[in-house]
């Protein structure tokens, strides 16, 4: 992602190195530029077999995101109500996830888990399920936060099985 387009939208082909938005399984997804990137993906279903995610770079997901995996995501992710991602292996958030009002992230793989690092952060009214209802994994090293604040009255809805370890913090 090099924002030449226009510099947000995951769908423009100009805002992509090779003019060419990653849309298929088989292509990844680079949003690292050594910069600040707020990134939009909206509008119809996108795909891509990696996603590469710097710690100064947010993508904002408003539809179904299907990713073969997440090769590096240290920046931050943020789900909008009603949008899903799926992951389609195990992998480690090194950053800040937020998931607002029924946004879903999932691994439809029952041998799969999503492993919260001691850095990381899951924050938001949370639902992180997999999907079609397979029981998946959450890992948590770090922080799981279901509201912003104590009294926001957010929710945490985890269909996954969870494992606390000792670094664990629910705020």
Not at 96 to 111: D, Q, Y
Request: net charge negative; aromatic share 6%.
């Amino acid at each position: 992602f090099d924002g030449g387009g226009d510099g947000t939208s995951w769908s423009d082909a100009g805002n992509w190195s090779d003019n060419d938005a990653p849309d298929t399984g088989s292509e990844t997804a680079s949003i690292d530029s050594g910069g600040a990137w707020s990134v939009v993906a909206s509008g119809s279903e996108i795909a891509a077999a990696s996603l590469i995610l710097g710690s100064d770079d947010t993508l904002t997901v408003s539809n179904k995101v299907t990713l073969n995996r997440i090769g590096s995501l240290s920046g931050e992710l943020v789900v909008s109500p009603g949008a899903n991602i799926s992951v389609g292996s195990s992998w480690q958030n090194d950053g800040i996830i937020t998931l607002n009002e029924f946004g879903l992230l999932g691994t439809p793989n029952t041998s799969h888990a999503v492993t919260n690092s001691e850095s990381g952060l899951i924050r938001g009214e949370l639902f992180i399920v997999p999907l079609g209802f397979i029981t998946g994994t959450l890992i948590n090293h770090g922080t799981i936060s279901p509201g912003f604040s104590a009294n926001q009255g957010k929710s945490l809805a985890l269909t996954a099985d969870v494992t606390l370890s000792a670094t664990s913090v629910l705020d």
